[in-house]
């Protein structure tokens, strides 16, 4: 069965950088877009960056542009997400996710989405 497994959550400091794992098994990961979603109390779940399986089309939400960056490593069947330059407002529970669709988009949020990560919670202190 499809599994997503993040890790790499914690707490730092505002300014500083967290690089966030997700282990895929279960099916042919390089078939698949990947995405990144975070969520905070009381926010509708968040699409941060999303990745083709070639890793030629990346898109980021302007929240994010030129801080993070999503990655991966089709050999290792892992998606990364490194962020940078954190602030407060980036605290939030991420998730990382399986796009369904065979074209990877910012637009079409968690409609798109077939299997969910279980969630690693992110914490930035001001």
């Known amino acids: 069965q499809v599994q997503l497994v993040e890790s790499g959550g914690g707490s730092v400091q505002a300014g500083g950088s967290l690089r966030l794992s997700c282990a895929a098994s279960g099916y042919t990961y390089s078939r698949y877009c990947m995405a990144w979603f975070r969520q905070s109390p009381g926010k509708e779940r968040e699409k941060v960056a999303v990745?083709?399986?070639?890793?030629?089309?990346?898109y980021y939400a302007d929240s994010v542009k030129g801080r993070f960056t999503i990655s991966q490593d089709n050999a290792k069947n892992t998606l990364y997400l490194q962020m940078n330059s954190m602030k407060a407002e980036d605290t939030a529970m991420y998730y990382c996710?399986?796009?369904?669709?065979?074209?990877?988009?910012?637009?079409?949020?968690?409609?798109?989405?077939?299997?969910w990560g279980q969630g690693t919670q992110v914490t930035v202190s001001s």
């Open positions: 996710a399986r796009e369904r669709l065979n074209y990877c988009s910012l637009e079409t949020g968690a409609r798109s989405v077939d299997y």
């Open positions: 990745i083709d399986p070639e890793s030629r089309y990346i």
